[in-house]
Nanobody, 127 residues
Framework: VQVVESGGGLVQVGGSLRLACVIS????????IGWFRRAPGGDREEVAY????????QYADSVKGRFTASRDKTTETTYLQMDRLKPEDTAVYYC?????????????????????WGRGTQVTVSS
């Protein structure tokens, strides 16, 4: 299974980027896609989530209203549209796929709910 992110880069404050995530090598359906990020010297933190069955989304408070997760069913590509970027959005962004529904006693941002991870794409927001 391969999870590949793309679309990262250098952008000025207030600018936009769109990240893409493509999954290959899976012989069965998956349940959800999560976006996470790790800033320099920081821990991995949640960014966004999209449930494949109905495109339900969830967002971290820090990105709510600025980031939008979406999915193109025809190309099986998941996107993270990032608008009004801030310097604190600078991080490596990771896409992850979950093969099972989120457990009732868990959350969409629990790392344990994801089975495969990409290697990440760097996003740098300059001030």
């Amino acid at each position: 299974v391969q999870v590949v992110e793309s679309g990262g880069g250098l952008v000025q404050v207030g600018g936009s980027l769109r990240l893409a995530c493509v999954i290959s090598g899976l012989d069965w359906d998956y349940w959800h896609i999560g976006w996470f990020r790790r800033a320099p010297g920081g821990d991995r933190e949640e960014v966004a989530y999209i449930r494949i069955s109905d495109d339900t989304t969830q967002y971290a408070d820090s990105v709510k209203g600025r980031f939008t997760a979406s999915r193109d069913k025809t190309t099986e590509t998941t996107y993270l549209q990032m608008d009004r970027l801030k310097p604190e959005d600078t991080a490596v962004y990771y896409c992850a796929v979950g093969l099972h529904p989120i457990r009732a006693d868990s959350t969409w941002y629990s790392l344990a709910e994801y089975d495969y991870w990409g290697r990440g794409t760097q996003v740098t927001v300059s001030s």
